[in-house]
């Protein structure tokens, strides 16, 4: 996948399969899966290392996962999500940050979220030669500045202000743009007047691709699933039991059984006791 053709695909009306990955094991899943784009997202920080909101996940904790994604793809375009408070501060700030991600985890682009001051820093990235992904609608890192984690642009004017971020946002170079939970006649509304893939997660069919989240779409994520995630497997119960049946397998002495060992001649099981006799056996004076 490359950015030319992520355009050619929308002026296609060929819609865009994209998903989060957050390790190699999942990564290898989406690339065996056929997706177009993967996306190491910050959302990690809930539903793989345990935090309660993406705000705490750090730069390195990103980098490491994304450069266990990069390892298991081939194919798909990967986005980054440089994490809350690694870009806000500045340009210098949000190209360094930006740069870390391509050089140390192999990104190929990367991913910020908001308008407003976001958008200086997506045109410094972009002029520093890294692809910027934009991403307007529910901001899960200011999450709280908005109003929690709920639609945006239910109103006219709300929605005129998302469009708003999303055109400076694409005006700053953004190669494409994330729309999250937007009502879709809002999303009906702007798609037209959009001239770069837009991808959406609760927006809406009208939007050129669609992502969800790895653990949401598999039924693995212990959690409320928001209002837009479709569970294609509830893979969840299924792992309980078979952890649970591996631990009554050893306490009972089912597991390991004969076929999971490995074998040795009787002749050098002999050659062992008697080597181990010799050297346990007490000296005499």
């Not at 870390?100 to 976001?118: H, L, N, P």
């Not at 004969?258 to 002999?270: F, G, K, R």
């Amino acid at each position: 996948m490359t950015f030319a053709r992520l355009t050619d695909l929308k002026a296609k009306r060929q819609p865009i399969a994209m998903v989060t990955a957050y390790d190699y094991p999942s990564a290898q899943i989406a690339e065996a899966a056929g997706v177009d784009m993967v996306l190491v997202g910050d959302s990690a920080a809930m539903t793989v290392l345990g935090y309660d909101s993406t705000v705490p996940v750090t730069v390195d904790e990103m980098l490491m996962l994304t450069a266990a994604a990069r390892r298991g793809l081939r194919t798909p375009l990967l986005v980054a999500d440089l994490p809350f408070g690694s870009y806000e501060v500045s340009d210098v700030q949000a190209v360094a940050t930006a740069q870390r991600f391509v050089k140390e985890a192999g990104a190929d682009a990367v991913k910020i979220e908001r308008g407003g001051t976001s958008v200086e820093r997506a045109r410094a990235i972009v002029a520093a030669g890294i692809p910027v992904m934009g991403h307007v609608g529910l901001t899960p890192q200011t999450a709280a500045t908005i109003g929690g984690y709920r639609a945006q642009g239910r109103t006219a004017e709300e929605a005129v202000a998302v469009f708003r971020s999303a055109r400076a946002l694409r005006s700053a170079g953004c190669f494409a743009l994330v729309f999250e939970a937007i009502p879709s006649p809002a999303t009906d509304a702007m798609m037209p007047l959009l001239d770069i893939p837009v991808i959406g997660i609760g927006a809406g069919p009208a939007t050129d691709g669609q992502v969800l989240v790895f653990h949401d779409l598999l039924g693995i994520f212990d959690g409320r699933a928001a209002r837009f995630v479709k569970r294609y497997a509830e893979l969840r119960e299924p792992m309980i039991s078979a952890v649970a049946a591996y631990a009554e397998d050893v306490r009972t002495h089912r597991y390991p059984a004969p076929e999971h060992e490995y074998s040795m001649a009787v002749a050098e099981s002999q050659r062992l006791e008697a080597l181990l006799n010799e050297r346990v056996r007490p000296r005499g004076p």
